[in-house]
T-cell receptor
Framework: GQNIDQPTEMTATEGAIVQINCTYQ??????LFWYQQHAGEAPTFLSY??LDGLEEKGRFSSFLSRSKGYSYLLLKELQMKDSASYLC??????????WGAGTKLIIKP | IAGITQAPTSQILAAGRRMTLRCTQD?????MYWYRQDLGLGLRLIHY???????GKGEVPDGYSVSRANTDDFPLTLASAVPSQTSVYFC?????????????FGEGSRLTVL
């Protein structure tokens, strides 16, 4: 079966750095996405990785290792507004998106 | 800029009733999708449409139907609602088919079936 694993919940301090991990087992691989979802709102796109390595976009970076079936989202200089759920999704060989259940990130002052 | 508009935003429905969730986009995207989101589970694809006039089944299509008469509209119908269809429903679109590129989501429709 296809599976995406993420921690259910994480807590971090304002101004700090947090790394949210995602491991996957899918039928083929055609890219990995990270989305942010604030409570009661729609998911919004954060990043896309299809090749190994780190993609940096401001305070957010996403890393991919295809051989390990592993990705992480790195958030720097955390702000209270970063409190949200972070969804990992993998596009499989049929170009379908398989979604993780999401990681709820709680930021404390 | 509206993007994707869903209606209603929230609805309580008696079991056995028919319900249509509306979704309209103004981005001229080819592909549209309906997902449901339940606590502790990832987003699950119900139905999708790669282009106007075509539709396909996703992971959890039973009890739901869709139509895509034109590019902009992609309604989701529950023919006879059951309590297990209580969920938050998200409509999404992407410029190209095959989940290529970024998905744009509507604000969601929270449906409770009693």
């Amino acid at each position: 079966g296809q599976n995406i694993d993420q921690p259910t919940e994480m807590t971090a301090t304002e101004g700090a750095i947090v790394q949210i991990n995602c491991t996957y087992q899918t039928s083929g691989f055609n890219g990995l996405f990270w989305y942010q979802q604030h409570a009661g709102e729609a998911p919004t796109f954060l990043s896309y990785n299809v090749l190994d390595g780190l993609e940096e976009k401001g305070r957010f970076s996403s890393f991919l290792s295809r051989s390990k079936g592993y990705s992480y989202l790195l958030l720097k200089e955390l702000q209270m507004k970063d409190s949200a759920s972070y969804l990992c999704a993998v596009r499989d060989s049929n170009y379908q998106l398989i979604w993780g259940a999401g990681t709820k990130l709680i930021i404390k002052p | 800029i509206a993007g994707i508009t869903q209606a209603p935003t929230s609805q309580i429905l008696a079991a056995g009733r028919r319900m249509t969730l509306r979704c309209t986009q103004d981005m001229r995207h080819n592909a549209m999708y309906w997902y449901r989101q339940d606590l502790g589970l990832g987003l699950r694809l119900i139905h999708y449409s790669n282009t106007a006039g075509t539709t396909g089944k996703g992971e959890v299509p039973d009890g739901y139907s869709v139509s895509r008469a034109n590019t902009d509209d992609f309604p989701l119908t529950l023919a006879s609602a059951v309590p297990s269809q209580t969920s938050v429903y998200f409509c999404a679109s992407s410029e190209l088919a095959g989940h290529t590129g970024e998905l744009f989501f509507g604000e969601g429709s929270r449906l409770t079936v009693l």
